[in-house]
């Protein structure tokens, strides 16, 4: 079935949005982070002084690679231990902070919960409203949502300023630029957004669960909670941990399309706009453009290869006798796993956001999709959630690739690569294959041995290659640190409790220690003046060529095993058989 007209004036309004909000908040994050004077400087420039008092930082110090990495990783061990802290205890947090009066978190899904928000993967192998109290909720994981997402932004700068500095030595300063993070865009924006959606609908209160008769004469409890001022804050930091287990399904985090919207356009803001803050450092904004360009190309493939899949429905169903025509009374389609109130665009357009970034709140369930539509979700994670991705970590992905990209084009004129002047030699491109293959070995390594351990295959609810797809989307989504999960895998067990959590480390901190390095040696180099010979990085001939070492990478690295279960699927789906 053809893409409805429809469909295509969504996708198109998402992203002319997208793309006039860019510039204005790439503006406004470059002059927080250059320290630079904003409208909101008169009232949260004390507050910042007061933090660097309390905490003996000296703002005007700055720090070398090494310096900056050991802050992020100390930082975030501390974040680890006291969200471990807040499950193990929350017992004792009293009736207003625990009115339905949860007890502690078993000790191995709070390890997984803790290792999940530390790294902004905020997977949940749990029932939120049945297993956290809202003291966690709000203090635990609410608060690793921005710290979190305010860690990716500060790396993103770190290795912009290795990228843009001439001859320097230092990086920048870890605890300015997370603190400035926090107070001046995330804590705003979130506070704006928040009261947005309460206007829509979303909850925000402190009640105790209420209890209900339905119709039919059934008891139903419905879960209350602060809200709001979690899910803005999920999206904005590209977290995608929900209060409820439904996550942005439930009518309590995402009521309509209004607040869709807004929720799909909270996960992209800050990445889009990072493009055009490393534009402004590298003083070509046109470099920034470049990066956007390619990311913008990529999520629009994604878009129009999930769209027709899902469509076109399930011919199982077709041989059946269902109608799956798109007609002015029925969705058409495959509808299995979707909210009406959204349908098959916004739910394949969310999916595809939130798996471009490292996000991981979904409207549906990716494990009703159809299998192509299914596939599209996990390559989008295994390429490394680049395609505008995380807050910060989608940035300095991408730039990685980027300088991969001139290093492969100088070997093919014959030249020393080049990126914005600056040599990129052997040492620097140890660290960028370094850092795309640790990824790899992560997902394709977790996943074989879950499937031929007995502790792994039998929490697979679906056997066969949709099984496969299971076991191969948690771990992709894992060390991605997306956190969404296909569905159909009970993965609260001992083993994947642990595994996944080691993911998910891997994913966040093994993969930045070369990043950082990259950046740390870069930054000691001098700038080579552009010649007749410098391949440029600001125009479409450079966005192809990004484009094409992306998906050839991926290529190599992944799709015999990310086509293996979908591609089978298809082919016996397209044949009328079942799975």
């Not at 956001?353 to 192509?372: K, L």
């Not at 390559?379 to 300088?403: D, K, R, T």
């Not at 930045?512 to 990085?537: H, S």
């Amino acid at each position: 079935m053809p893409i409805t007209p429809n469909s295509v004036i969504q996708v198109l309004i998402y992203l002319v949005i997208l793309l006039l909000i860019t510039k204005p908040l790439g503006l406004y994050m470059t002059k927080v982070f250059t320290g630079e004077r904003t409208w909101l400087t008169p009232v949260l420039a004390p507050v910042e002084r007061v933090f660097y008092r309390l905490s003996g930082v000296d703002a005007e110090e700055e720090q070398k690679w090494t310096g900056y990495t050991i802050s992020m990783l100390l930082f975030s061990v501390a974040g680890m231990l006291l969200l471990y802290l807040f499950e193990r205890t929350q017992q004792w947090q009293g009736p207003l902070f625990n009115p339905q009066g949860f007890g502690a978190v078993e000790p191995q899904l709070a390890f997984n919960t803790a290792a999940s928000f530390t790294s902004n993967t905020n997977w949940q192998a749990y029932v939120g409203e049945q297993t956290m109290s809202y003291l966690t909720q709000m203090a635990g994981l609410a608060f690793h949502n921005f710290v979190s997402a305010a860690t990716g932004v500060a790396l993103a700068l770190a290795f912009v300023r290795g990228l843009t500095r001439r001859s320097a030595q230092h990086l920048g300063n870890f605890w300015v630029d997370i603190t400035r993070c926090i107070l001046y865009i995330l804590l705003p924006i979130s506070i704006i957004g928040a009261l947005v959606l309460v206007s829509q609908g979303v909850i925000q209160n402190f009640n105790a669960y209420t209890q209900v008769v339905t119709l039919e004469g059934v008891k139903q409890v419905i879960a209350q909670g602060p809200v709001a001022s979690q899910e803005i804050i999920k999206e904005l930091g590209t977290n995608g941990g929900g209060f409820f287990n439904a996550n942005s399904a439930h009518p309590f985090e995402n009521p309509n399309v209004i607040t869709n919207m807004i929720e799909m356009l909270a996960i992209f803001a800050i990445p889009a706009g990072l493009t055009y803050v490393f534009g402004k450092m590298a003083g070509n904004t046109k470099q920034g453009w470049a990066i956007w360009a390619a990311m913008g190309i990529l999520f629009l493939i994604g878009v129009f290869v999930i769209l027709p899949a899902e469509q076109s429905g399930n011919p199982l169903l077709t041989h059946l006798g269902a109608n799956q025509a798109v007609t002015a009374y029925q969705a058409g389609g495959n509808m299995e796993g979707k909210e009406v109130r959204f349908g098959i665009t916004q739910t394949a357009l969310f999916s595809t956001i939130t798996t471009d970034a490292s996000c991981g709140a979904v409207n549906g369930f990716f494990d009703s999709f159809t299998p192509i539509g299914g596939m599209i979700p996990m390559l989008n994670i295994a390429l490394g959630e680049i395609i505008f991705g995380g807050v910060g970590s989608g940035l300095y992905g991408m730039l990685i690739f980027a300088v991969l990209a001139v290093f492969i084009a100088g070997l093919m004129v014959g030249r020393t690569p080049e990126y914005l002047g600056k040599k990129i030699e052997q040492k620097e491109m140890k660290m960028a294959a370094l850092a795309i293959l640790i990824l790899p070995a992560s997902i394709l390594g977790f996943t074989a041995i879950a499937a031929v351990l007995q502790a792994g295959t039998s929490s697979i609810l679906n056997p066969g290659p949709h099984g496969l797809s299971e076991i191969l989307y948690a771990y992709t989504s894992g060390t991605g640190n997306n956190g969404s999960a296909f569905g159909g895998l009970s993965a609260n067990t001992p083993f994947y409790n642990w595994t996944i959590a080691f993911a998910m480390l891997i994913g966040r901190f093994a993969f930045v220690v070369p990043v950082m390095a990259l950046a740390g040696a870069i930054v000691k180099k001098k700038v080579v003046p552009a010649n007749a010979g410098t391949f440029p990085t600001t125009g479409p001939l450079f966005v192809v060529l990004l484009i094409g070492v992306i998906l050839i990478v991926g290529a190599l690295t992944y799709f015999p095993a990310y086509a293996l279960g979908p591609v089978v699927e298809h082919l016996l789906m397209l044949a009328g058989k079942r799975f």
